[in-house]
Protein backbone atom coordinates (compact mmCIF):
# COMPACT_ATOMS: atom_id res chain seq x y z
CA UNK A 1 0.00 0.00 0.00
CA UNK A 2 1.86 3.33 -1.25
CA UNK A 3 2.77 4.90 2.07
CA UNK A 4 2.41 8.72 0.75
CA UNK A 5 -1.29 7.80 -0.23
CA UNK A 6 -1.73 6.86 2.92
CA UNK A 7 0.02 9.83 4.14
CA UNK A 8 -2.56 12.15 2.01
CA UNK A 9 -5.57 9.98 3.73
CA UNK A 10 -4.33 10.82 6.82
CA UNK A 11 -4.44 14.72 6.38
CA UNK A 12 -7.63 14.35 4.82
CA UNK A 13 -9.66 12.73 7.36
CA UNK A 14 -7.80 15.09 9.74
CA UNK A 15 -9.02 17.97 7.75
CA UNK A 16 -12.54 16.76 7.47
CA UNK A 17 -13.10 14.97 10.64
CA UNK A 18 -14.57 12.36 8.50
CA UNK A 19 -13.47 9.17 6.74
CA UNK A 20 -16.24 9.45 3.75
CA UNK A 21 -15.14 13.00 3.67
CA UNK A 22 -11.94 12.51 3.20
CA UNK A 23 -12.46 9.24 1.13
CA UNK A 24 -14.07 11.51 -1.18
CA UNK A 25 -11.91 14.52 -1.42
CA UNK A 26 -9.70 11.84 -2.99
CA UNK A 27 -11.81 9.69 -4.52
CA UNK A 28 -11.40 6.42 -2.69
CA UNK A 29 -14.03 4.81 -0.74
CA UNK A 30 -14.46 4.58 3.21
CA UNK A 31 -13.26 1.63 3.61
CA UNK A 32 -10.02 1.98 1.15
CA UNK A 33 -9.03 4.88 3.14
CA UNK A 34 -9.80 3.22 6.56
CA UNK A 35 -7.52 0.73 5.38
CA UNK A 36 -4.83 3.30 4.63
CA UNK A 37 -5.59 4.36 8.39
CA UNK A 38 -5.01 1.34 9.78
CA UNK A 39 -1.40 0.63 8.12
CA UNK A 40 -0.36 3.90 8.84
CA UNK A 41 -1.02 3.31 12.62
CA UNK A 42 1.07 -0.04 12.57
CA UNK A 43 3.74 1.94 11.28
CA UNK A 44 3.80 4.76 13.42
CA UNK A 45 2.95 2.12 16.27
CA UNK A 46 0.51 5.00 17.34
CA UNK A 47 -3.19 5.57 17.25
CA UNK A 48 -3.97 8.52 14.96
CA UNK A 49 -7.84 8.85 15.59
CA UNK A 50 -10.50 8.70 18.41
CA UNK A 51 -13.33 6.83 16.28
CA UNK A 52 -16.77 5.37 16.76
CA UNK A 53 -20.04 5.07 14.78
CA UNK A 54 -20.67 9.15 14.75
CA UNK A 55 -17.27 11.04 15.68
CA UNK A 56 -13.52 11.11 14.57
CA UNK A 57 -11.85 13.29 16.57
CA UNK A 58 -7.06 13.34 16.80
CA UNK A 59 -5.47 11.58 19.40
CA UNK A 60 -2.97 13.78 21.07
CA UNK A 61 -0.08 11.70 19.02
CA UNK A 62 -2.28 12.11 15.75
CA UNK A 63 -2.60 15.91 16.34
CA UNK A 64 1.54 16.06 16.98
CA UNK A 65 1.68 13.74 13.70
CA UNK A 66 -0.40 15.70 11.80
CA UNK A 67 1.84 19.05 12.58
CA UNK A 68 4.79 16.95 11.14
CA UNK A 69 2.99 15.64 8.00
CA UNK A 70 0.69 18.60 6.68
CA UNK A 71 3.96 20.94 5.74
CA UNK A 72 5.16 17.97 4.21
CA UNK A 73 2.51 17.40 1.92
CA UNK A 74 1.57 21.08 1.34
CA UNK A 75 5.53 21.14 0.31
CA UNK A 76 5.52 18.37 -2.45
CA UNK A 77 1.95 19.86 -3.32
CA UNK A 78 4.03 23.20 -4.47
CA UNK A 79 6.89 21.15 -5.82
CA UNK A 80 4.61 18.92 -8.29
CA UNK A 81 3.01 22.10 -9.42
CA UNK A 82 6.06 24.29 -10.29
CA UNK A 83 6.99 20.60 -12.26
CA UNK A 84 3.86 20.19 -13.77
CA UNK A 85 3.92 21.01 -17.40
CA UNK A 86 -0.17 21.70 -17.09
CA UNK A 87 0.65 23.95 -13.90
CA UNK A 88 -0.79 26.89 -15.64
CA UNK A 89 -3.71 25.72 -17.96
CA UNK A 90 -7.06 26.07 -15.29
CA UNK A 91 -9.30 22.64 -15.62
CA UNK A 92 -11.32 20.75 -13.12
CA UNK A 93 -14.32 21.80 -10.93
CA UNK A 94 -14.04 24.94 -9.50
CA UNK A 95 -16.44 24.59 -6.48
CA UNK A 96 -17.38 28.10 -4.92
CA UNK A 97 -19.41 29.87 -2.14
CA UNK A 98 -21.20 33.52 -2.90
CA UNK A 99 -23.01 36.09 -0.82
CA UNK A 100 -26.81 35.73 -2.46
CA UNK A 101 -26.53 39.13 -4.02
CA UNK A 102 -24.10 37.60 -6.15
CA UNK A 103 -26.98 36.23 -8.74
CA UNK A 104 -26.97 39.12 -10.80
CA UNK A 105 -26.74 40.01 -13.93
CA UNK A 106 -23.45 41.94 -13.57
CA UNK A 107 -21.95 38.82 -11.76
CA UNK A 108 -23.39 36.16 -14.32
CA UNK A 109 -21.78 38.07 -17.51
CA UNK A 110 -18.07 38.20 -15.08
CA UNK A 111 -18.60 34.54 -15.11
CA UNK A 112 -19.51 33.49 -18.56
CA UNK A 113 -16.53 35.87 -19.77
CA UNK A 114 -14.06 33.63 -16.90
CA UNK A 115 -16.09 30.49 -18.62
CA UNK A 116 -15.04 31.58 -22.48
CA UNK A 117 -11.61 32.48 -21.14
CA UNK A 118 -10.77 29.24 -19.42
CA UNK A 119 -13.09 26.71 -20.94
CA UNK A 120 -11.64 23.91 -19.20
CA UNK A 121 -12.87 24.85 -15.53
CA UNK A 122 -16.39 23.91 -14.74
CA UNK A 123 -18.07 26.44 -12.29
CA UNK A 124 -20.06 24.97 -8.76
CA UNK A 125 -21.72 27.73 -7.42
CA UNK A 126 -23.32 27.75 -3.65
CA UNK A 127 -25.46 31.11 -3.21
CA UNK A 128 -27.34 29.25 -0.06
CA UNK A 129 -25.80 32.37 2.46
CA UNK A 130 -24.49 29.61 5.43
CA UNK A 131 -21.50 29.58 7.09
CA UNK A 132 -19.37 27.69 5.19
CA UNK A 133 -16.15 25.35 6.27
CA UNK A 134 -14.28 25.61 3.36
CA UNK A 135 -12.15 21.90 4.12
CA UNK A 136 -15.04 20.23 5.36
CA UNK A 137 -17.78 21.68 2.96
CA UNK A 138 -14.97 20.48 -0.06
CA UNK A 139 -15.21 24.61 -1.31
CA UNK A 140 -12.08 25.63 -3.14
CA UNK A 141 -13.14 29.45 -2.77
CA UNK A 142 -15.31 31.63 -1.05
CA UNK A 143 -15.84 35.85 -1.70
CA UNK A 144 -17.18 37.52 0.82
CA UNK A 145 -17.81 41.46 1.22
CA UNK A 146 -17.10 42.64 4.89
CA UNK A 147 -15.33 45.41 6.75
CA UNK A 148 -13.65 42.66 8.46
CA UNK A 149 -12.22 39.25 8.62
CA UNK A 150 -11.01 36.78 11.38
CA UNK A 151 -7.40 36.42 11.47
CA UNK A 152 -7.07 32.73 11.20
CA UNK A 153 -8.92 33.12 8.04
CA UNK A 154 -6.43 32.89 4.58
CA UNK A 155 -7.63 36.00 2.38
CA UNK A 156 -6.99 38.01 -0.44
CA UNK A 157 -8.62 41.53 -1.26
CA UNK A 158 -9.63 41.11 -4.88
CA UNK A 159 -11.50 44.73 -5.04
CA UNK A 160 -14.43 47.28 -3.30
CA UNK A 161 -18.10 46.99 -3.72
CA UNK A 162 -19.92 50.06 -3.64
CA UNK A 163 -23.19 50.07 -1.89
CA UNK A 164 -25.90 52.38 -3.19
CA UNK A 165 -28.40 54.16 -1.04
CA UNK A 166 -31.82 53.86 -3.40
CA UNK A 167 -35.46 53.11 -3.30
CA UNK A 168 -38.26 52.89 -6.11
CA UNK A 169 -39.24 56.20 -8.19
CA UNK A 170 -43.15 54.90 -6.82
CA UNK A 171 -41.92 55.27 -2.71
CA UNK A 172 -40.17 58.47 -3.39
CA UNK A 173 -43.05 60.59 -5.09
CA UNK A 174 -45.19 59.35 -2.23
CA UNK A 175 -43.00 60.06 0.44
CA UNK A 176 -41.01 62.54 -0.68
CA UNK A 177 -36.85 62.66 -1.72
CA UNK A 178 -35.00 63.56 1.31
CA UNK A 179 -32.82 66.55 0.89
CA UNK A 180 -29.81 65.41 3.16
CA UNK A 181 -28.93 62.61 5.08
CA UNK A 182 -30.40 63.65 8.57
CA UNK A 183 -33.88 63.27 6.70
CA UNK A 184 -33.12 59.63 6.81
CA UNK A 185 -33.15 59.58 10.65
CA UNK A 186 -36.82 57.60 11.29
CA UNK A 187 -37.29 56.84 7.68
CA UNK A 188 -38.23 53.39 6.61
CA UNK A 189 -35.78 50.76 5.94
CA UNK A 190 -34.77 47.58 4.40
CA UNK A 191 -31.90 46.23 6.25
CA UNK A 192 -29.34 43.57 6.24
CA UNK A 193 -29.68 41.70 9.49
CA UNK A 194 -26.37 40.74 9.52
CA UNK A 195 -24.81 44.24 9.26
CA UNK A 196 -27.54 46.38 10.63
CA UNK A 197 -30.42 44.82 12.24
CA UNK A 198 -30.81 47.53 14.88
CA UNK A 199 -31.12 50.12 12.16
CA UNK A 200 -27.94 52.06 12.80
CA UNK A 201 -26.32 52.50 9.59
CA UNK A 202 -23.33 54.77 8.43
CA UNK A 203 -23.98 56.87 5.40
CA UNK A 204 -21.13 57.87 3.37
CA UNK A 205 -17.43 57.56 3.45
CA UNK A 206 -14.46 58.96 5.38
CA UNK A 207 -14.63 62.17 7.60
CA UNK A 208 -17.75 62.79 5.35
CA UNK A 209 -19.76 59.38 6.94
CA UNK A 210 -22.81 60.66 8.78
CA UNK A 211 -24.64 57.78 11.20
CA UNK A 212 -28.70 57.39 10.79
CA UNK A 213 -30.57 55.63 12.83
CA UNK A 214 -33.64 54.61 10.47
CA UNK A 215 -37.03 52.59 11.23
CA UNK A 216 -36.78 49.00 9.96
CA UNK A 217 -39.65 47.42 7.96
CA UNK A 218 -38.19 44.72 6.84
CA UNK A 219 -35.01 42.94 7.76
CA UNK A 220 -33.30 40.09 6.62
CA UNK A 221 -30.73 37.74 6.07
CA UNK A 222 -31.16 37.25 2.59
CA UNK A 223 -30.54 40.48 0.41
CA UNK A 224 -32.22 39.39 -2.68
CA UNK A 225 -35.41 39.65 -0.58
CA UNK A 226 -34.25 43.14 0.23
CA UNK A 227 -33.78 44.00 -3.59
CA UNK A 228 -36.78 42.62 -4.26
CA UNK A 229 -38.86 44.64 -1.79
CA UNK A 230 -37.24 47.45 -2.65
CA UNK A 231 -38.31 47.38 -6.02
CA UNK A 232 -41.76 47.10 -4.85
CA UNK A 233 -41.95 50.40 -3.46
CA UNK A 234 -41.47 48.85 0.10
CA UNK A 235 -38.35 51.17 1.50
CA UNK A 236 -34.97 52.67 1.16
CA UNK A 237 -32.39 50.42 0.77
CA UNK A 238 -28.46 50.30 0.73
CA UNK A 239 -27.86 47.63 -2.23
CA UNK A 240 -24.41 46.46 -3.85
CA UNK A 241 -24.27 48.52 -7.29
CA UNK A 242 -23.68 45.28 -8.78
CA UNK A 243 -27.22 44.71 -7.67
CA UNK A 244 -28.66 47.59 -8.18
CA UNK A 245 -26.95 49.61 -10.79
CA UNK A 246 -28.70 48.17 -14.06
CA UNK A 247 -32.02 48.81 -12.67
CA UNK A 248 -31.33 52.47 -11.70
CA UNK A 249 -29.87 52.90 -15.49
CA UNK A 250 -33.35 51.42 -16.78
CA UNK A 251 -35.39 53.59 -13.71
CA UNK A 252 -36.89 51.03 -12.00
CA UNK A 253 -34.88 52.56 -8.57
CA UNK A 254 -33.37 56.16 -7.68
CA UNK A 255 -30.65 56.77 -6.41
CA UNK A 256 -31.10 58.89 -2.87
CA UNK A 257 -28.83 61.50 -2.11
CA UNK A 258 -26.42 60.85 -5.27
CA UNK A 259 -23.78 63.58 -4.02
CA UNK A 260 -22.98 62.10 -1.02
CA UNK A 261 -20.15 59.15 -1.81
CA UNK A 262 -21.29 55.70 -1.23
CA UNK A 263 -20.08 53.45 1.16
CA UNK A 264 -17.12 50.89 0.21
CA UNK A 265 -16.91 47.72 2.03
CA UNK A 266 -13.58 45.25 0.61
CA UNK A 267 -14.08 42.44 -1.31
CA UNK A 268 -12.46 39.27 -0.06
CA UNK A 269 -11.23 36.13 -1.61
CA UNK A 270 -10.70 33.25 1.02
CA UNK A 271 -9.08 29.79 0.47
CA UNK A 272 -7.73 27.42 2.54
CA UNK A 273 -4.39 26.59 1.53
CA UNK A 274 -1.70 29.49 1.85
CA UNK A 275 0.69 28.36 0.02
CA UNK A 276 -0.60 26.13 -3.54
CA UNK A 277 -2.99 27.98 -4.95
CA UNK A 278 -4.66 25.08 -8.02
CA UNK A 279 -4.41 27.05 -11.33
CA UNK A 280 -8.30 26.91 -11.50
CA UNK A 281 -8.52 29.10 -8.17
CA UNK A 282 -5.37 31.47 -9.10
CA UNK A 283 -6.76 32.00 -12.74
CA UNK A 284 -10.42 32.99 -11.02
CA UNK A 285 -8.79 35.16 -8.88
CA UNK A 286 -6.72 36.87 -11.30
CA UNK A 287 -9.55 37.11 -13.94
CA UNK A 288 -12.17 38.88 -11.01
CA UNK A 289 -8.99 41.37 -9.89
CA UNK A 290 -8.51 42.51 -13.21
CA UNK A 291 -12.61 43.16 -14.52
CA UNK A 292 -12.82 44.97 -10.88
CA UNK A 293 -9.79 46.92 -11.60
CA UNK A 294 -11.16 47.57 -15.22
CA UNK A 295 -14.65 48.94 -13.58
CA UNK A 296 -13.03 50.92 -11.01
CA UNK A 297 -11.08 53.02 -13.52
Known amino acids: MDQLTSLRVFAAVAASLSFSKGADRLGLSPAMASKHIQR????????????????????????????????????LDEAEAQLSNTTNEAKGTLRLTLPVWMANPRFARFLAAYTEAHPGVELDAD??????????????????????????????????????????????????????AEHLNGAPFLVYAEVADNGRIRFGSGNDALDITTRPVLKSGNETLIYQTALAGMGFAFLPDWLAA????????????????????????????????????????DFLAMQLDRSAR
Not at 40 to 67: D, Q, W
Not at 142 to 163: H, M, N, P, T
Not at 268 to 283: Q, W
Open 127 to 180: LTGRRINLVEDGFDLALRVSQSLEEDLIARKVGDVSFLLVAAPAFLDRTGRPAS
Open 40 to 75: LEARVAARLFHRNSRNVSLTEAGAEYLKTVDPLLQG
Open 246 to 285: DDVAAGRLELVLPDVAPPTVPLYAIYANRHFLPAKVRSFL
